[in-house]
């Protein structure tokens, strides 16, 4: 399964599309963009805690959707209205504080449904801390579709 956009062309479209997660504060970077799978990083920041001094499940899960997200645009190109439509995540282990790496792999892409697992690890050892598999719709390309 062969990318039809860059890291670069994802970071640029994501800027514009997705200021919130991608701006200067948002903390996510694009990292690679493969064959049926890309890699995404998050420097988890004081904002991205809670009690207790380990990442927040919402940080968790805000990586692991827009990761698929990210695969799935890198694959299709920048159909900006693709939505989840259902989401499984698991949360193994307490991540601390730092850089998280999420690797999202394609399952199944449709002509309206995409299927990606994420597996979201510290970037230090690589210890799967979040599992998520995450289901998209994606909107016809024309009208009557």
Do not use: W
Not at 38 to 53: D, F, N, S, T, Y
Not at 54 to 66: K, R
Not at 83 to 89: G, L
Not at 122 to 140: E, L, R
Request: aromatic share 6%; with cysteine.
């Amino acid at each position: 399964m062969q990318p039809v956009m860059s890291a670069e062309e994802m970071r640029r479209f994501l800027q514009d599309e997705f200021p919130q997660v991608m701006g200067p504060d948002g903390g996510f970077f694009v990292e690679a963009v493969e064959d049926g799978a890309i890699v995404m990083k998050l420097a988890a920041a004081e904002r991205h805690l809670r009690p207790g001094g380990t990442v927040s499940g919402p940080t968790l899960f805000t990586l692991a959707d827009v990761s698929a997200y990210v695969a799935i645009l890198a694959h299709i190109g920048p159909v900006a209205l693709a939505v989840t439509t259902n989401m499984s995540i698991n949360f193994l282990l307490k991540p601390p504080p730092g850089t998280l790496v999420a690797t999202a792999k394609i399952l199944k892409l449709g002509k309206r449904l995409a299927v990606v697992e994420v597996a979201i690890a510290g970037d230090g050892d690589g210890t799967t801390v979040c599992h998520a598999v995450a289901t998209y719709s994606i909107p016809p390309s024309s009208p009557g579709a």
